[in-house]
């Protein structure tokens, strides 16, 4: 018997009676990490890393009945053993392991094998299945080492600063947001969104130290801003506030400004392709270094990348998700800061 299924709610273990990263409420979910694609408000009870619970609870509720398990740790369920290793994705990101009467499954949610130097680093795990993303699963994502795309970043930045421009990164809250000012911190003074500033506060308070920030409020200028950095989530990218700074230009930060067209459709100044997804080299890294005798590919370019790992000898399956085929960082970026925006009084720091 497969230890999991794939439903209408989402993987399914039957023999533990729970589900990983759920899209429906259901009565036991396990939470690979924050992002709002994989957990969602509803469920009954919820199981998730240590670092993934204060997190969740600030964007979902205070009130959520959460369990949490540190990376190696486990719990038994129903006679089924859970475990959560790195996924090197965000802070707090884990993969799944279920052990079950000798079968071993790991569901990945989603994954970098680069390590970051803020979030715990991939770990692969040895299994017999494997539920693997596809986000940038084709050969053309390719990624630079990041210290290659963070000189760029600050090379942009400084040129804006001479010529007197307010330089003006679009990352997702959470994750892309925490890794900028992990790697931008310095000279200039770097200011944030208050969507990210909450955040900040609430990773720094589980233990994980952040540079210094500013939170973006009415008394901030637009001469200091200029003279600095500012972070703003997606859902700011067309804001009239962003417009009214002093000669604002924007830089995307995301894995799809490898694509020069996707960059224009943007209509960003500059794009940066930073991403928290591994590339199609480390999606094919990761998989094989798991000894998965099944792959199941889900979230992103699904059937060429199954279609691939076949040709290559690793047998594979393509996982239709919630968000189907097209779904994107930015795409569940929007969403995330939709649902941020019931707990926020207001989107727009300044009017």
């Not at 979910?29 to 408000?41: I, L, N, P, Q």
């Not at 947001?177 to 969507?195: C, E, F, M, T, W």
């Not at 968000?323 to 929007?334: P, S, T």
Request: aromatic letters at 10%; glycine letters at 8%; hydrophobic letters at 35%.
């Amino acid at each position: 018997m497969a230890l999991i299924t794939f439903t209408k709610r989402g993987i399914y273990c039957k023999q533990g009676d729970f589900y990983v990263d759920p899209w429906w409420p259901v009565d036991y979910a396990v939470t690979t990490h924050g992002h709002a694609d994989h957990v969602r408000f509803g469920n009954k009870h919820y199981l998730c890393h240590t670092l993934t619970s204060p997190i969740i609870k600030r964007r979902i509720s205070p009130d959520l009945d959460v369990q949490t398990l540190g990376y190696g740790e486990s719990l038994v369920r129903n006679g089924v053993n859970i475990s959560f290793f790195p996924a090197g994705h965000i802070i707090g990101s884990a993969q799944v392991r279920l052990e079950y009467k000798g079968e071993i499954c790991v569901i990945s949610g989603d994954y970098k094998i680069e390590d970051d130097g803020i979030s715990t680093p991939f770990e692969p795990v040895r299994c017999h299945s494997f539920v693997s993303e596809s986000t940038f699963g084709l050969p053309i994502y390719k990624w630079q080492k990041q210290q290659a795309v963070f000189d760029g970043i600050k090379s942009w930045i400084n040129n804006n600063i001479e010529y007197q421009k307010t330089s003006i990164l679009i990352a997702y809250s959470l994750g892309k947001a925490q890794r900028l000012i992990k790697n931008l911190a310095g000279d200039v003074p770097i200011y944030v969104h208050s969507s990210i500033a909450n955040l900040n506060e609430v990773i720094i308070e589980a233990g994980v130290p952040l540079p210094e920030t500013t939170r973006i409020t009415q008394e901030i200028t637009k001469d200091q801003l200029q003279k600095g950095i500012v972070i703003v989530p997606p859902a700011m990218r067309d804001s009239k506030w962003m417009k009214s700074l002093n000669h604002p230009v924007t830089g995307i930060c995301s894995g799809w400004m490898q694509v020069r067209s996707h960059r224009r459709w943007q209509s960003a100044d500059a794009g940066f392709a930073l991403s928290d997804h591994a590339d199609f080299t480390g999606l094919m890294e990761a998989i094989k270094a798991t000894e998965a005798e099944k792959v199941y590919v889900t979230h992103g370019f699904t059937s060429a990348f199954s279609r691939y790992l076949n040709e290559n000898g690793i047998s594979s399956d393509v996982v239709t998700t919630h968000f189907g085929q097209e779904d994107d960082e930015e795409n569940k970026a929007d969403l995330a800061e939709t649902v941020e925006k019931k707990t926020e009084a207001k989107t727009e720091v300044v009017k």
